[in-house]
């Protein structure tokens, strides 16, 4: 398998596909990858890779895909997608805010969402990391 084990930030800007949406658009599509490939990256079913990117591409028949923006762009590693405990968004969150040390702002400006979404996802990660 080719080594592919980040993507840009900039792919999570297009509000109209979901995190995990954005992430098997761009491998397919960019990097050529199979979606057994994408699975192993990402940790998931093949078919859940399937249904997601098709799931993106009748998104993209409705509203075309457009130009990378000319914002900041970080690698985002791929293996942060991999813990099914948490949905992709609170991965996202918790990757940017406590690896990258960025500010809820700061993420919500890099991945086009509104600041109290971040701060929620954010928020549920560590709920869900507390013991019970």
């Not at 999570?12 to 192993?40: C, N, Q, W």
């Not at 993106?56 to 895909?65: C, L, N, S, V």
């Not at 099914?84 to 968004?89: E, N, S």
């Not at 040390?101 to 560590?126: G, K, P």
Request: proline fraction near 6%.
């Amino acid at each position: 398998m080719r080594k592919h084990s980040t993507v840009p930030s900039y792919i999570f800007v297009d509000r109209d596909l979901a995190p995990l949406e954005s992430v098997a658009e761009y491998l397919k599509e960019e990097k050529g990858l199979t979606y057994h490939e994408i699975a192993v990256l990402v940790g998931r079913n093949d078919r859940t890779i399937w249904t997601t990117y098709n799931r993106a591409k009748k998104k993209r028949q409705a509203i075309p895909k457009a130009d990378p923006p000319s914002v900041e762009i970080i690698d985002i590693p791929l293996s942060i997608f991999k813990n099914r405990d948490f949905a992709p968004l609170e991965s996202l969150s918790l990757h940017l805010k406590d690896v990258a040390q960025m500010s809820f702002h700061e993420i919500a400006v890099l991945i086009n969402r509104d600041d109290r979404t971040i701060w929620t996802c954010y928020n549920r990660v560590q709920k869900k990391m507390m013991p019970n």
